[in-house]
């Protein structure tokens, strides 16, 4: 009675298949959680599934990394380099972009970023020039800036690069300061409450 189906699991076509395949890749989704988001997704498919595709679809063509700091906005410069209201002189260095969300949300933070697309690794093996490394250090250089705040991750990777980063900057006229460690060893920026990374801010410290 049942015919085989052609790309996989009993009663699910090819495409489904496919939609719970890509799903599953995403972080904090397994085969299961996925299986489930897509028959809500079918489910609701004009309320949500429509106006889904079409937000993925436009993120996927406008969104850019912006030219000075490697923030993603669908403008370039991003609306935080471009912000007037935005301290200048002040640059906090972070990993990824989901670390500059992080820090954004620390209230009283007014000054600029710069994503550095990583750390230094040797396992992995990324060097400085894998990294928007070049482009601080030339910010870094310019007369407007004062102070670098290195926001790396307490992990090993992340303090070798803010170590690298500290020499880079040794020559120019700014204060280099990183974040105080109320930043849990092997902890990621992204993961800290609002409190810890407040405190963490108040009590950088000078390298
Ligand atoms: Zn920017």
Redesign the pocket.
């Known amino acids: 009675m049942n015919g085989p189906s052609p790309a996989g699991g009993p009663g699910s076509p090819g495409s489904i298949d496919a939609l719970i395949a890509l799903l599953a890749r995403l972080p904090g989704l397994g085969p299961r959680s996925a299986r489930r988001a897509v028959l809500h997704l079918l489910k609701r498919r004009e309320s949500l599934m429509v106006p889904l595709t079409r937000a993925l679809d436009e993120a996927a063509r406008n969104v850019k990394a912006?030219s000075?700091?490697?923030?993603i906005?669908t403008r370039d410069?991003?609306h935080?380099?471009t912000d007037p209201k935005r301290d200048k002189s002040l640059i906090c260095v972070v990993e990824d972009v989901g670390d500059l969300w992080a820090m954004d949300r620390v209230v009283g933070f007014k000054g600029?970023?710069h994503v550095l697309g990583g750390t230094l690794s040797a396992l992995d093996g990324v060097g400085p020039e894998d990294l928007s490394i070049g482009p601080l250090v030339a910010r870094a250089n310019t007369p407007e800036v004062r102070e670098v705040i290195l926001a790396t991750s307490a992990t090993v990777d992340g303090q070798t690069t803010a170590h690298y980063i500290n020499e880079r900057l040794s020559g120019a006229q700014v204060q280099v300061s990183a974040l105080a460690h109320g930043v849990p060893v092997g902890g990621e920026l992204d993961y800290l409450d609002e409190g810890t990374l407040f405190a963490a801010l108040k009590a950088r410290k000078p390298l």
């Not at 000075?68 to 923030?71: A, L, Q």
């Open positions: 912006c000075i700091c490697r923030n906005d410069p991003c935080i380099c600029t970023y």
